[in-house]
């Protein structure tokens, strides 16, 4: 066996990798020594990107597709070893695999309450929070700027960094948005892209990108929420006054129901005990008493009341004693016509006997020519 034919059976010859983690970024090809036997495939994936990195030096970014390890395929590496094409020798070198997938629902939030100008409330703080993705556009800068040498890489090592980026462009773009706080609800589509825009200049430096960027709610303090609750309620009722005496009248009801109900109740209960008490004493060990007559009161005198007929109008209804005090002022004359329900018509006052004892107290008028 040449020499060769032992460095052939020695190394490995098909590199792949496949992904079982949804948070890892960046993997590096494991093998002892970093040795890849020269004419090795390299598999790369849709969704991935491998970065070949020969004695620290970035040599190649392979897309997807299907690669012979050789120094005619790898100009970059021919240059660095001076290679020539008959060379067949191992080389060592190392092969990180990037993950070019869009990594979502991803959280961020305000740690800290965010101070506006509202034109409306004036100073107010706002808290806010949502989600976004991330995805590497450029898998060689990623790879220089932020991985390093790190053998995995995952989501969690850098996913700090990156909320603080988009909280503090969050922060400058609401405070300088001029956007009252009842219509950012409405504006959260416009804000998200503004947000993303600022964002996306500065994660561009680490070869990522932002393609999705969500607000997802921005609230106010507790207490400003309740007194925002109360002033809508306000608004809801309309004119205060009305509303205030509606409900006392609907608290007057409902006091008058439970007092009704209540009073019915006793009631029922006494009547139900003097009903026992009266049977009780008519009832005795020799059967029931006769009944004795009794006698029922007179029912109470009917009082009239009563209209005056003066100049073409009607006036009333007057008591009695309030009729025997005009016929006393003498604004009930004798002539006056009067009536009362059940009576046919109008009368002179005279001519009602209940009337006319009204005008015996003083003497009439003498008679004309007398």
Request: charged share 20%; aromatic share 10%.
């Amino acid at each position: 066996m040449g020499i060769f034919d032992f460095l052939s059976g020695e190394f490995i010859d098909v590199i792949h990798w496949t992904n079982d983690r949804r948070d890892t970024m960046v993997w590096r090809f494991e093998r002892e020594g970093h040795a890849i036997k020269y004419g090795a495939k390299l598999t790369v994936r849709e969704g991935q990107a491998a970065v070949f990195v020969h004695e620290g030096q970035l040599a190649d970014v392979f897309p997807p597709g299907l690669y012979m390890l050789e120094t005619n395929n790898m100009p970059i590496l021919t240059t660095l070893q001076h290679w020539d094409h008959g060379f067949r020798s191992p080389f060592k070198s190392e092969i990180y695999f990037v993950d070019t997938t869009r990594f979502g629902n991803l959280k961020w939030g305000t740690k800290n309450p965010i101070i506006c100008r509202d034109p409306e409330f004036g100073p107010v703080r706002l808290r806010a929070f949502g989600t976004y993705t991330v995805k590497v556009a450029d898998p060689a800068l990623f790879l220089t700027e932020i991985v390093g040498t790190d053998g995995e890489f995952t989501m969690d090592e850098i996913s700090f960094q990156i909320r603080n980026i988009i909280v503090q462009a969050f922060s400058r773009i609401i405070a300088g948005s001029g956007i009252p706080v009842l219509d950012m609800a409405a504006n959260t589509d416009g804000l998200g892209t503004l947000v993303a825009t600022e964002i996306s200049k500065v994660v561009a430096d680490y070869g990522l990108t932002i393609p999705e960027f969500y607000i997802e709610n921005i609230s106010l303090p507790e207490a400003v929420e309740k007194a925002l609750d109360k002033r809508t309620s306000m608004g809801i009722v309309g004119d205060l006054d009305s509303y205030m005496k509606f409900n006392a009248a609907e608290a007057m009801g409902s006091e008058n129901s439970a007092m009704g109900a209540s009073m019915g109740a006793g009631l029922g209960a006494g009547m139900g005990a003097g009903m026992g008490m009266g049977m009780a004493t008519q009832s005795g060990p020799w059967g029931a008493r006769p009944a004795a007559a009794s006698t029922a009161p007179p029912p109470p005198p009917v009082e009239h009341v009563w209209h005056i007929a003066e100049n073409g109008a009607t006036k009333g209804p007057y008591s009695r004693a309030e009729m025997g005090q005009m016929a006393a002022r003498g604004t009930l004359k004798r002539e006056s016509y009067v009536w009362t329900p059940g009576q046919d018509g109008w009368l002179r006052a005279e001519e009602v006997r209940e009337l006319a004892q009204l005008f015996t107290i003083a003497p009439p008028p003498p008679p004309p020519g007398a």
